[in-house]
């Protein structure tokens, strides 16, 4: 079993960063790929950042490309989300999801074995 804890998230203007970190119990968070969803009122959790088991590896959506890094420190069991010229559109509960079941990075939440609390973030114009 393996916890996940989101922190970090807040209320913003556009333009500005925020750094979200999500937390995991247990001794085998290596062993897992890390991925940030995200939901927004009435549309469905999508993906926004994956990263390998390694760190290594890392995945962007589109939307978040250039703007938004991804990275995990396996001696602290802890994801990281850095976001940075944050736009109103970035608005929605950021999660954190572990899986053993990729390869490499997770993109599709059906694939997630673990699922954090949520983290909300509000970006104002």
């Known amino acids: 079993q393996v916890q996940l804890v989101e922190s970090g998230g807040g209320l913003v203007q556009a333009g500005a960063s925020l750094r979200l970190s999500c937390a995991a119990s247990?001794?085998?968070?290596?062993?897992?790929?890390m991925t940030w969803f995200r939901q927004a009122p009435g549309k469905e959790r999508e993906f926004v950042a994956g990263v390998s088991r390694s760190g290594l590896t890392t995945h962007y959506a589109d939307s978040v490309k250039g703007r938004f890094t991804i990275s995990r420190d396996n001696a602290k069991n802890t994801v990281y989300l850095q976001m940075n010229i944050l736009k109103p559109e970035d608005t929605a509960v950021y999660y954190c999801?572990?899986?053993?079941?990729?390869?490499?990075?997770?993109?599709?939440?059906?694939?997630?074995?673990?699922w954090g609390q949520g983290t909300q973030v509000t970006v104002s114009s």
């Open positions: 999801a572990a899986s053993r079941i990729v390869a490499t990075v997770l993109v599709n939440p059906n694939n997630t074995n673990y």
């Open positions: 247990g001794r085998t968070f290596s062993t897992y790929a």
